[in-house]
């Protein structure tokens, strides 16, 4: 019986360079996007608060019958601008406290004397404390026609 030593076989340590080289390189390229899919998912989670707090709002408005000036859930007086605060929960709250997060401005739209819809501009910012007009506001936005003929 003849013995064959056996090759042994392994990686350079040149190969083991390139393919830590590759490993490293790829992991960077993930961490730096993972900060971006952070911040997307943060925006996204706000924006659809933001738009369920807007359609209850609108059914709100929509739900109030043409005999009362009130509106049921928020108690949004119609025609008269309004401001409202929600925290995360979406409990809304006349005045801005610590928990609000949100700030809506129910905007009605001018109409004519003639039996027309009443219009209203619904916008809401977040985050609650900070100047609706200032240009780092995130915001969402709704146009409601109400038939209270």
Do not use: C
Not at 75 to 84: M, V
């Amino acid at each position: 019986m003849k013995y064959y030593p056996s090759s042994y076989t392994a990686f350079s340590l040149v190969e083991l360079t390139l393919a830590m080289g590759v490993a490293a390189i790829s992991l960077l390229a993930i961490f730096g996007l993972l900060a971006t899919g952070v911040q997307i998912n943060h925006t996204s989670i706000e924006q659809t608060a933001s738009a369920e707090i807007l359609t209850s709002v609108a059914a709100d408005l929509r739900a109030t019958p043409p005999t009362t000036n009130t509106s049921l859930q928020f108690g949004i007086i119609i025609p008269t601008n309004t401001t409202l605060f929600f925290d995360a929960t979406g409990q809304s709250s006349r005045t801005l406290t610590s928990v609000s997060r949100y700030r809506m401005v129910v905007t009605f739209l001018p109409t004519s004397g003639r039996r027309t819809a009443t219009r209203l501009d619904l916008r809401i910012t977040w985050p609650a404390g900070a100047d609706p007009a200032n240009a780092n506001t995130r915001a969402s936005e709704m146009f409601v026609a109400l038939d209270r003929n």
